[in-house]
């Protein structure tokens, strides 16, 4: 029984689909395959050429999708009563185009007082090149590298659990006020949430602390380092791995669901045996050898 | 069954309390007349049903077996055993005790519906009340054990004792005075830093650090939207331990909020900030959640526990919820090193309110304030342009 | 319990179930333990003691039966559980928390949870039977209640019913503190909220029940004390209590052929109950332990050690606590300032005041029920909810009540899964709490009524039958069958009219508040029919079986019904 799903090294602890082997070879040839572009010689006029028409490219998509609400250059639009109809971009940096358009936040459906979060619209090629945009507009936040935000880059297993175990201190401090303990979200002031990020991509979770989507507060460098956001997102990523050990985890809200399954569950079916053992049994009309009647 | 039935009719006017005030609108038919189960009839359902039961005890005891099985090679914990998702230690303990007692318990109750005998039975009521002579008999003993007893005849020596027996209340409250310092008696540094209700570790000079790693914080350190959860640096310097931490946290943990400068719409919030940086205590004013869930767009902020809403650009007044008072803002101020420090501790008790709490408004406050922390706000007060 | 059924059955006086003159092992057993402590009399009073069976009086079993799961899987959890404040370095297995610093009994809770084997079973099988003890015991209140089972003589094991319901929640309270996570801490800290917001004493009873302040390094092991000495003493001494009266004023029953108010209808202790709540108790552990297996509770290594400066979104108390939460959530920010000195109604109301005068309320409702009715007789046979319709429907609007705070209690969860407003939420149920059992009132009320009607017009006219006539004139009609025997019997025990005396008038001739009450408790009540409407209808039924039987084998005419019936056989062919 103990080999049946369990785990062989340290590092790879409570991996269990069969796909992860796959993806794992997938992520080191893409790793290999990102190191050497990164190191695979370049001239520098090449890049800003490349840089260029990307903007040129991001231009053209941003005043088709964005410039509506956006304003043609990214300015905002502000409606006569004064209120944001579109905010200024100015500045905002790549990452929030990153995070807004990549979850599919943007372009949005309606305003309302929640963003809703959809299939994202655009190509991670298109994404990039609307964020060399925007960040063309004014200095901002970049997009992170994957060094920055992967939990399997540690160098030590030991590292690693080191960087979780302060992950999830920083994480419980300052994330699950909103986000609630496992990250499953939790309400906010009229009709807004925090929303669920159980099924956030690690990346976009560096974004949302440096960019502060929508209502939410940022996380700058200056206010969580870099390492330490890392370290949050590793806890959030073991938490993601780490199984239900006590079973159905009922959404992960807490007692309030917890005491639904008290009473439906729980409840209902021992009322029901209740009302088996006093149901009457299966009688017959024969009468019994010897009896009185 | 009908012998049952002349029972009852027998005793039909014996208890006039037990009187169903109900005419009899249609005869009682009586009781249904037994009908025999298939088990009782038919030895080969008999020997079925009993089959089945043995067969719920057979899987009972498998169930036990299975339990002590998974107890030694499943292995639980961390780093335990894993099936579709769910620790399997868990998983597997609990259907085999599970399924063991139920399939017992299911056992028995088959046993009980199939095989034991089920002829319905009818039993007498008697009114709760003891009949009239009992109850003569036990007054007049009563009162035969009261005159023995002479209590009624030597009030003096009852009274005594009945007054003696109160004073025993006093050794009891008394006993209770040892419990720890009242509030009168506490002090900010007695006996541990930041004691009392009306204080906290705050001070002048004391550094604002960032809560988990500790860190001081330089005002150029935030950008407008910032949400910092702080901490005293005393609580990081080693010097508290144990209970006396543990209070300190309790009380001085303190939020940071970078916001625009041109947000803030109170004089004395803007007083009190930093370049748009403004301080207040993280606990609630309701019943002393800590709360930091803020909406960066509106600096409204919102307890998880019962969703009062505070407005930080406004000294922290409620705008929704069951809060009675506005959230105490921390003056904040920069040390010689560029740090943020504070000013002072809070200017007001933090956290629930309690009876004999004094409530000012906030520029009552900032006056008060001001007269006694002239210098402190001078040493350490941040000039605009300073920073 | 004795087991020797052989000299119960021989005292009994019925077939004697062993020879005599043949001692048994049993049966020198038995005689041993009489000869010391005279159990004979003690077996030959409970093992033949009566018990009527249906599933409804079995509710209150499970809350037994949760009791003795609560016991069994606390005893083993006191093995493990250090309830210490101490503070020391978590080096345990679970490794997000390693090297975090934590309290003794956090950090022992983790143990059970991840290094004792089976221990995280035992926890979440001892949290669900505490969820299921409280939960049960409440469904069993709302039986009683329904079926006025509440009524003299048991108006004290109701009062002792609703203190073991308090209890019970204290005791959950206490238990679900004690492992001393970030949640169970919240919920600690706002109980010292509670406290401190009492006028003129709060601090005190907060500085008493802490050692000084919050949270101190007292709060765990008093807790612990109280959780498994003070309350499960209470708890077990009142359950007794509870379970003594019950055989004393032995079980109600429902009305029907051969039950009576004088007797009471079942089957023995010995053999078929002692058979079928053995069954039933292993039942309910078992599915306790399904649940533990199936459903995890309490993930305490998610939330983290308590710690007073984090906090989680979704902090709620276990459901149990959760309606004086939700009353603390709707409730308007009211504080006053005089002299000096702070009154929070805005806690103290909701979480002090409504509480304990709810609690009071139910405690009284027996007794307030009787003085409104000024009924002082003895009742062993049940009601059917409908047949107090004023009854059901103030326990239903008490139900809406409590239900409209439980909701608030849960406000945050239900705005983010129907993407509704909290804002909007509170605002509603501030109006509904009032509102909601008003419109509950009334509508139960009515509901059972037009339900009494409804059981009138069966006893007067017959059941529906489902087959539908059509008359030779082209009209159709249901046909009616009457009743069987037995319902019908049961459906006449009834009261007719009120239960007690008119209360006198005041000197002016005016009706007492009283009078008024008890107008008002009877008002539209639907009397069962008299026995004149009751023959007039059957005579009514055989009339018109009779005309049917008439027809059959006729030819239709179509003049069937009325006085010009013409058929060829009646016609004189002479004419």
């Known amino acids: 029984m103990r080999l049946l799903n369990r785990s062989v090294g340290r590092l790879s602890r409570h991996r269990r689909r069969p796909l992860a082997g796959a993806a794992v070879l997938l992520v080191a040839l893409l790793s290999t395959g990102g190191l050497y572009a990164a190191f695979s010689p370049a001239s520098q006029a090449e890049t800003e050429k490349d840089n260029a028409a990307l903007v040129a490219e991001g231009k053209e998509l941003f005043m088709i999708n964005c410039s509506t609400c956006h304003g043609s250059n990214g300015e905002g639009i502000t409606t006569q009563n004064g209120k944001l109809f579109g905010p200024s971009l100015i500045g905002v940096g790549a990452a929030s185009v990153d995070f807004q358009v990549g979850t599919g936040r943007m372009p949005m459906a309606q305003p309302g007082a929640q963003v809703e979060v959809k299939e994202p619209s655009f190509n991670q090629d298109e994404i990039d090149a609307m964020a060399a945009y925007v960040a063309s507009l004014g200095p901002g936040p970049a997009v992170p590298d994957k060094e920055q935000y992967d ?113 439906v569950i729980g409840l209902g079916i021992l009322v029901a045996f209740a009302t088996w053992i006093a149901a009457h049994t299966t009688r017959t009309n024969q009468t019994k050898k010897g009896s009185a009647k | 069954m009908s012998s049952d039935l002349s029972e009852i009719e027998k005793h039909d006017d014996s208890h006039p309390e037990l009187n169903a005030h109900t005419d009899a609108l249609l005869p009682d038919p009586g ?182 790693v500790g860190t001081p914080i330089r005002p150029g350190d935030l950008e407008v939207g910032d949400l910092v959860n702080a901490e005293p640096a005393t609580i990081f310097d080693g010097s508290l331990h144990g209970a006396p931490l543990q209070i300190a946290k309790s009380k001085a943990a303190t939020i940071l909020l970078r916001m625009d400068p041109n947000d803030i719409e109170n004089d004395v919030t803007r007083n009190w900030s930093v370049n748009g940086i403004v301080a207040y205590s993280k606990i609630c004013t309701h019943v002393g959640c800590p709360i930091s869930l803020n909406e960066r767009t509106t600096h409204h902020l919102l307890c998880p526990c019962h969703q009062s809403t505070f407005d930080l650009a406004d000294h922290g007044k409620v705008i929704f919820g069951p809060a009675g008072r506005h959230l105490p803002q921390l003056p ?56 | 319990m004795s087991t020797d059924t052989s000299k119960v059955a021989a005292s009994n006086g019925t077939d ?96 059970i949870s991840f290094d004792v084997r089976g221990g995280l079973l035992l926890r979440q099988v001892h949290h669900w039977a505490a969820s299921l003890f409280i939960a049960s015991m409440m469904i069993h209140m709302m039986r009683v209640f329904f079926t006025g089972a509440h009524r003299k003589p048991r108006e004290i094991n ?83 209590a509870h379970l003594i009266l019950l055989i004393y004023h032995k079980h109600t029953q429902w009305p029907g052929p051969g039950r009576t108010e004088k007797n009471v209808v079942g089957y023995p202790m010995v053999p078929n109950y002692i058979s079928k709540m053995t069954g039933f108790f292993f039942i309910t552990f078992g599915v306790t332990a399904l649940l533990g297996a199936l459903f995890s509770l309490n993930p305490v290594w998610k939330y983290g050690p308590y710690d007073p400066t984090k906090v989680t979104a979704g902090s709620q108390p276990d459901w149990y606590m959760g309606w004086p939460d939700g009353a603390l959530r709707i409730m308007p920010g009211w504080e006053s300032h005089f002299w000096g000195s702070t009154w929070s109604w805005n806690i103290f109301f909701p979480v002090i005041v409504l509480p304990m005068a709810a609690w009071m309320v139910v405690l009284l409702l027996p007794f307030i029920e009787a003085w409104i009715t000024g009924d002082k007789r003895e009742h062993h046979l049940l009601q059917r909810p409908r047949n107090a319709p004023t009854r059901t429907a103030t326990f239903v609007a008490l139900m809406v009540f409590y239900a409209a705070f439980w909701a608030a209690g849960g406000n945050d969860i239900i705005a983010i899964k129907f993407d509704l407003s909290i804002n909007q939420i509170t605002y509603f149920l501030r109006a509904f709490v009032f509102l909601g059992p008003i419109a509950a009132f009334i509508i139960t009320r009515r509901w059972c009524i037009s339900l009494q009607r409804h059981d009138n017009e069966k006893l007067l006219h017959g059941y529906e039958t489902g087959t539908v006539i059509r008359t030779p004139e082209g009209a159709y009609h249901e046909k009616h069958l009457p009743l069987p025997e037995g319902e019908a019997f049961a459906m006449t025990v009834r009261d007719r009219g009120r239960a007690g005396d008119e209360p006198e008038l005041k000197k002016n001739g005016k009706p007492t508040f009283r009078a008024k009450l008890r107008a008002f408790y009877y008002d539209h009540d639907v009397d069962k029919p008299t026995a004149e409407e009751l023959s007039a209808a059957h005579h009514h039924a055989e009339h018109e079986a009779h005309e049917l039987a008439a027809h059959e084998g006729h030819q239709v005419d179509g003049h069937d019904f009325d006085d010009h019936r013409h058929s060829a056989i009646e016609e004189p062919l002479s004419k």
Request: glycine letters at 10%; proline letters at 5%.
């Open chain 1, 151 to 263: 939990p399997e880059s540690y160098g030590s297993e030991k590292e690693k659990e080191e960087a979780v175990a302060l992950g999830g201190q920083i994480f419980l401090t300052n994330c699950t006020a909103c986000h609630n303990f496992t990250g499953a979200g939790g309400a906010m002031p009229r009709g807004g949430e925090a929303p669920s990020i159980l099924n956030t991509d690690p990346k976009h979770i560096y974004e949302a602390m440096l960019t502060g989507p929508q209502s939410m507060d940022t996380f700058s460098d200056g206010n969580i380092s870099p390492e330490e956001k890392k370290a949050v997102i590793s806890y959030v990523e073991s938490m993601k791995e780490q199984p239900d050990y006590g079973g159905f985890n009922n959404g992960a809200l807490g007692p309030v669901t917890e005491g639904i399954v008290a009473w």
């Open chain 2, 31 to 212: 009781l249904h007349e037994h009908h025999w189960r298939p088990t009782d009839v038919d030895p080969k359902a008999e020997k079925r049903a009993e089959r089945q039961v043995a067969l719920y005890f057979g899987l009972s005891a498998i169930s036990s077996v299975l339990f002590v099985v998974a107890y030694f090679l499943v292995e639980p914990g961390y780093d335990g055993d894993v099936w579709a998702g769910y620790g399997a230690s868990n998983l597997t303990l609990g259907l085999t005790l599970g399924f063991a007692l139920l399939f017992l318990g299911i056992g028995v109750i088959q046993w009980a519906r199939k095989l034991v005998v089920d002829v319905e039975h009818t039993e007498e009521r008697h009114p709760a009340a003891s009949s009239p002579a009992t109850r003569e008999a036990a007054v007049a003993e009563l009162k035969a054990a009261l005159n023995e007893s002479g209590l009624a005849r030597r009030p003096f020596l009852r009274n005594a004792m009945l007054g003696s027996a109160a004073l025993l209340g006093l050794p009891a409250i008394v006993m209770l005075k040892d419990l720890g310092q009242t509030n009168a008696q506490i002090t900010k540094e007695q006996p541990y830093p930041g004691a009392g209700l009306e204080h906290t570790v705050w001070d002048a000079g004391v550094r604002v650090v960032r809560d988990v």
């Open chain 2, 332 to 387: 904040l101020g920069v040390d010689s090193d560029g740090f943020l420090v504070a000013l002072s501790d809070y200017p007001e008790p933090v956290g629930v309110s309690y009876w004999e709490r004094n409530t000012y408004d906030i520029d009552e406050i900032f006056d008060e304030w001001s007269k006694d922390h002239a210098a402190d706000a001078e040493q350490y007060g941040y000039k605009e342009g300073g920073q």
């Open chain 3, 16 to 111: 004697a179930a062993a020879p005599a003159g043949k001692p048994t092992k049993a049966g020198a057993a038995a005689n041993w333990a009489d000869e010391r402590l005279g159990v004979g009399g003690l077996s030959k009073f409970l093992s033949r003691k009566i018990f009527p069976d249906h599933w409804s009086f079995m509710l209150g079993e499970i809350a037994l039966w949760s009791f003795v799961v609560l016991l069994v899987t606390g005893v083993f959890l006191t093995l493990w559980f250090k309830p210490s404040m101490a503070e020391i370095t978590y080096q345990g297995s679970y490794a997000p928390l390693r090297g975090i610093d934590m309290s003794e009994a956090m950090a022992s809770t983790l143990d």
């Open chain 3, 158 to 240: 109701w009062v002792i019913g609703a203190t073991l319901l308090l209890l019970g929640t204290l005791e959950g309270f206490t238990g679900y503190s004690l492992p001393d996570d970030l949640l169970s801490g919240t919920g600690i800290r706002a109980a010292d909220g509670f406290m401190m917001a009492i006028p003129i004493v709060g601090t005190y009873i907060s500085f008493f029940l802490f050692g000084g302040e919050f949270p101190g390094d007292d709060i765990i092991p008093r807790l612990f004390t109280i959780h498994v000495l003070l309350i499960p003493a209470l708890l077990l001494a009142l359950i007794g």
